[in-house]
């Protein structure tokens, strides 16, 4: 079975869509070309290599396991760390390359929503929180809760995305108009 990432959820939330033409029909997206998608993963190579000693004290983390793959059945994903903490659950850690502005944006909370489905099914402890580091904030850390209905959301999410790969079913496109404007698929997409 095709297994998927957790920016194929983001994009499918998104509009579901992409999960047609990029899956389906195979048309790529080519985010190769976007700065901010390329600078993201080289900044992830260095603090792998920058943070390998350094343990996250400050939120009870007791332990951390860096560039962690993860799969389940449907997901399949890299944490960038995983964190045991000292009551007994887990956590995601994610690093941004990002400036924290008041608030945080629901793609990076559906990221650690994944994050935390794959961490439970893989270590079967809890996990209640995630967290993100916003670098270009000088690594501001920001704790995220991670509740049930969330993930139970990511999954029925990652199941819709199955069934429309496994029945070449064209979907809806998102109700939210404005999200075409800049859409890779906006030439080939019938409204």
């Given at each position: 079975?095709?297994?998927?990432?957790p920016?194929h959820?983001?994009?499918?939330?998104?509009?579901?869509r992409?999960?047609?033409?990029?899956?389906?029909?195979?048309?790529?997206?080519?985010?190769?070309?976007?700065?901010k998608?390329?600078?993201?993963?080289?900044?992830?190579?260095?603090?792998?290599?920058?943070n390998?000693?350094?343990l996250r004290r400050?939120i009870g983390a007791?332990d951390?396991?860096?560039?962690?793959?993860?799969t389940?059945?449907?997901?399949?994903?890299?944490v960038?760390?995983v964190?045991?903490?000292?009551?007994?659950?887990?956590?995601p850690?994610?690093f941004?390359?990002?400036k924290?502005?008041?608030?945080?944006y629901?793609?990076?909370?559906?990221?650690?929503?994944?994050?935390?489905?794959?961490?439970?099914?893989?270590?079967?402890k809890?996990?209640?929180?995630g967290?993100?580091?916003?670098t270009?904030?000088?690594?501001?850390?920001?704790?995220?809760?991670?509740?049930?209905?969330?993930?139970?959301?990511?999954?029925?999410?990652?199941e819709?995305?199955?069934?429309?790969i496994?029945?070449?079913y064209?979907?809806?496109?998102?109700?939210?108009?404005?999200r075409c404007l800049?859409?890779?698929?906006r030439?080939?997409?019938i409204?």
């Amino acid at each position: 079975m095709f297994s998927i990432t957790p920016s194929h959820i983001i994009e499918h939330l998104y509009c579901p869509r992409y999960t047609y033409f990029e899956y389906v029909l195979r048309i790529p997206q080519n985010e190769e070309k976007y700065y901010k998608v390329m600078r993201g993963r080289e900044l992830h190579l260095q603090r792998a290599k920058q943070n390998a000693a350094y343990l996250r004290r400050r939120i009870g983390a007791i332990d951390k396991r860096l560039n962690q793959y993860l799969t389940n059945e449907l997901l399949r994903g890299e944490v960038d760390e995983v964190l045991w903490l000292s009551d007994g659950a887990m956590a995601p850690l994610d690093f941004k390359f990002a400036k924290y502005e008041g608030k945080v944006y629901e793609t990076y909370k559906t990221q650690l929503y994944c994050y935390a489905w794959l961490i439970e099914e893989n270590f079967g402890k809890p996990v209640n929180r995630g967290f993100l580091v916003y670098t270009r904030s000088q690594n501001k850390l920001v704790e995220v809760a991670v509740e049930k209905e969330a993930v139970a959301r990511v999954q029925q999410a990652a199941e819709r995305i199955h069934r429309i790969i496994r029945q070449n079913y064209y979907p809806k496109a998102t109700r939210y108009k404005k999200r075409c404007l800049n859409c890779t698929y906006r030439n080939v997409c019938i409204k």
